[in-house]
């Protein structure tokens, strides 16, 4: 069975302060891992990572991807209150139907000021 | 529309009642999917619609759960005899040519069976 692992599940920091977020998974037929960021409802697009060992970047956020090992990274440096929220991983696979998402629970991100 | 539009924001409802739960895409987008996420879970997969056609239903629950898009835009999510477990919110996503990777999600309803 596909399944996508999120750590920690949660996670309180100070304003300022860099953090790590984890994501492995166990996926057949890998296409591609996205990291969503998910405040009150919509999850709202990051990342999408595709070959291994290049890091994607957006401002404070920045992931990358090892296929070898099954994870992936979320890193978020100089944290800000705006950051808090659920971070998701997702994992594309290649179904029978359509092309499909596994999610990860979320690691509940607390930005304290 | 700018974006996804779902309605209602919020439902609550009472066991055992039928509920219709609406998805508006975004203008053009032939792709449509829906996912249920229940309180601490990632969303989890329902049903996958390409226009009209369900090309992919194999996260339905059970024969409770029925979702249709007649024309091939707006998509309605069809729980029977509502359960607590049904509890969730319920997010739609839509993209315009089938790419999960580059489906929109709204902002989802909030079911409550009580």
């Known amino acids: 069975e596909d399944k996508v692992v999120q750590s920690p599940l949660s996670l309180v920091v100070h304003e300022g302060d860099t953090v790590t977020l984890n994501c492995s998974y166990e996926?057949?037929?890998?296409?591609?891992l996205l990291w969503y960021k998910q405040e009150k409802k919509a999850p709202t697009f990051l990342f999408m990572l595709?070959?291994?060992?290049i890091e994607k970047k957006s401002g404070r956020l920045s992931s990358i991807l090892d296929k070898k090992e099954l994870f992936s990274i979320l890193n978020i440096t100089a944290t800000q209150t705006g950051d808090s929220a659920v971070y998701l991983c997702a994992v594309e696979y290649r179904g029978g139907g359509a092309d499909g998402l596994t999610f990860g629970k979320g690691t509940h991100l607390i930005i304290q000021p | 529309g700018a974006g996804v539009s779902q309605t209602p924001s919020n439902k609550v409802t009472e066991k055992g009642k039928y509920v219709e739960l609406r998805c508006d895409p975004i203008s053009g987008h032939t792709a449509l999917y829906w996912y249920r996420q229940s309180l601490g879970q990632g969303p989890e997969f329902l049903i996958y619609?390409?226009?009209?056609?369900?090309?992919?239903d194999s996260g339905l629950p059970n024969d409770r759960f029925f979702a249709v898009r007649p024309e091939g835009s707006v998509s309605t999510l069809k729980i029977q005899r509502t359960e607590r477990g049904d509890s969730a919110v319920y997010l739609c996503a839509s993209s315009l040519s089938g790419g999960i990777t580059e489906a929109f999600f709204g902002q989802g309803t909030r079911l409550t069976v009580v």
């Open positions: 595709t070959s291994s060992g």
């Open positions: 996926v057949t037929n890998f296409r591609s």
């Open positions: 619609f390409q226009g009209t056609g369900a090309a992919d």
